[in-house]
């Protein structure tokens, strides 16, 4: 492809840079420990809405990609599934139920109650400070984001937190005039607040988007340059939302930019998407990050890299260990301050707000990772957990060290245990079901409960989503204890991937009796298996198959 304008500036070009930051502050020392430097920051959206809630804008702001229909596995957004249990209001989308059988519903960010919830969250778990993004208030997004701007204060002041606005100037065309405009007649009132994040004594600002290569920033050197400035001589502490290659103007920055990163009083390079596994970030550790921080010291600007939790929806977090590394790295580099993107992204797939924890708990077949997608169980706050340790470290009072302190579980959200029905409120599916008995109520812990297919038709089956591979060594079968005896012709088999099956117990005819209360057991060796799947070819008691319990045990 032929190097454009927008990867290849001419020295002509970049005079009016220079003049520009001739007229600049000159650098000084890095900053002592303020409301970002020595800080945790997240990134927060607070971009999601629903139908009713009153927002301006209308419609599932973010949960769809055609905001005015219901998100559905056909139309979404959505990578993350919230986990939901502490919102007092929610709104039913036209998605499959949970794999427990719940509705499946979402939360929606223009809710006092959403951000007074995710407030809360940043004080119990030690989030200092959040970014709240502003994209163009100049469109249909304008009303909505200021109100999400008064809601925010709010949370922040009652929890004792900071927030700052981080304007994103991604595809907003008259930024240079428009940033200063909203700036002087909007939000500079905030700065007002007790809430309101000081580096320095300055009230903080972020502007993301400068210098990166693609059509949706193509600003030039000198603009970008007039609004730092501009900034500064209202007294702002400057942030600039920078390219990964800020540095080196290559790859996804544009070149001729570094006076312009330069007049930012703290850089914080953007690294979503950059890495998926250990080793990526260690080689951006080795290679990006070190020369980054050197820059910056030798400029005397402060160095606020981002730290990732990792895209779920791809596999990356490995429970916890890529999110802590990405923080150990930074930490050990000797950042001024972290960057955690992001807070509140379900759509992206890099929040760390509370999360669905297995597949009872996202949308049934939806394909939706949960965080026990890798096999190991992790509560829906583990990723705030993390982030309290990474504060902890940042600030010196806990050793720097490559070994999470977190553990997946806590007490109070505890792993299956050796013994326990594995089964028990995990995601279904079934060949079919015969109106309100669905397959969920075959591991909801009910026998008054039950799955039954449709009827004269055979075969039918059962299958539930352990959540992780386990030694599966024994099934339970259970009928409602109050029915007639009946015998059902079966198959148990197990599988890893959902879509291959081995034999674990062949086909049998198997006598749900009353005098033994209509349970069946099935016991085979013991193999490692993540889904079990009970296939029904007979029953004398009605046309159909049916079971109110499917337990699944180790031994």
């Not at 965080?371 to 050793?399: H, N, V, W």
């Not at 993540?530 to 070819?537: E, I």
Request: with cysteine; glycine share 10%.
């Amino acid at each position: 492809m032929a190097v454009s304008r927008r990867t290849l500036l001419s020295s002509t070009a970049l005079a009016p840079v220079a003049a520009a930051l001739a007229g600049a502050d000159p650098a000084t020392a890095a900053s002592p420990p303020g409301d970002v430097v020595g800080k945790i920051s997240v990134g927060y959206q607070g971009w999601f809405a629903c139908p009713g809630d009153g927002a301006p804008i209308g419609g599932w702001w973010h949960w769809s990609r055609d905001r005015f229909q219901p998100p559905s596995p056909a139309n979404t957004t959505i990578v993350s599934w919230p986990d939901t249990r502490d919102y007092a209001r929610t709104y039913p989308t036209a998605y499959p139920n949970l794999g427990d059988g719940r509705p499946a519903a979402l939360f929606s960010s223009y809710d006092q109650q959403t951000v007074d919830v995710h407030f809360d969250w940043m004080r119990t778990y030690g989030i200092d400070t959040a970014a709240l993004q502003r994209f163009n208030p100049f469109g249909d997004e304008g009303p909505t984001r200021d109100a999400m701007a008064r809601k925010v204060r709010a949370a922040a002041e009652r929890t004792g937190r900071k927030f700052y606005i981080m304007y994103d100037v991604s595809g907003w065309a008259a930024m240079q005039s428009e940033l200063k405009t909203d700036w002087t007649a909007t939000m500079s009132a905030y700065a007002s607040s007790g809430a309101y994040a000081r580096q320095n004594g300055k009230p903080v600002v972020c502007i993301w988007g400068f210098g990166f290569n693609d059509d949706n920033h193509d600003f030039p050197p000198a603009a970008c340059l007039d609004v730092i400035n501009w900034f500064r001589a209202q007294g702002c502490y400057v942030i600039g939302g920078v390219p990964t290659y800020w540095r080196e103007g290559r790859n996804d920055s544009r070149a001729g930019f570094l006076d312009v990163y330069h007049a930012f009083h703290m850089i914080s390079p953007w690294m979503v998407g950059r890495a998926g596994d250990l080793a990526g970030l260690d080689w951006f550790y080795t290679n990006v990050n070190t020369a980054d921080q050197a820059d910056c010291d030798a400029h005397g600007i402060d160095y606020q890299p981002c730290v990732l939790p990792g895209d779920l929806s791809a596999g990356h977090r490995r429970h916890g260990d890529f999110y802590w590394r990405s923080v150990y790295n930074m930490v050990r580099l000797g950042a001024q301050g972290l960057y955690v993107s992001m807070f509140d992204e379900y759509n992206e797939g890099n929040q760390i707000a509370k999360t669905a924890e297995t597949a009872a708990s996202v949308p049934a077949g939806a394909g939706i990772r949960a965080l026990d997608e890798d096999g190991t169980f992790c509560s829906a706050d583990y990723y705030l957990r993390i982030t309290t340790d990474a504060g902890r470290m940042l600030k010196g009072q806990i050793p720097i060290s490559a070994v999470r302190p977190t553990p997946p579980a806590t007490a109070t959200t505890p792993p299956p245990q050796p013994g326990s029905d594995l089964a028990a409120r995990k995601a279904t599916a079934a060949s079919s079901a015969n109106g309100p008995y669905v397959a969920a109520g075959a591991v909801d812990g009910n026998t008054g409960t039950y799955w039954e297919s449709a009827n004269h038709v055979f075969p039918q089956w059962l299958q539930v989503d352990l959540g992780a591979a386990a030694p599966a060594a024994r099934v339970v079968l259970r009928l409602p204890p109050s029915w007639e005896a009946r015998t059902q012709t079966l198959t148990v088999a197990g599988g890893t991937d959902g879509a291959t099956f081995t034999t674990l117990a062949p086909s049998a005819g198997r006598l749900f009796d009353p005098a033994s209360g209509n349970t069946v057991t099935i016991t085979f060796p013991a193999r490692s298996v993540r889904y079990v799947r009970v296939t029904v070819t007979a029953n004398t008691g009605w046309p159909a198959g049916q079971l109110a319990a499917l337990e699944v045990y180790t031994g």
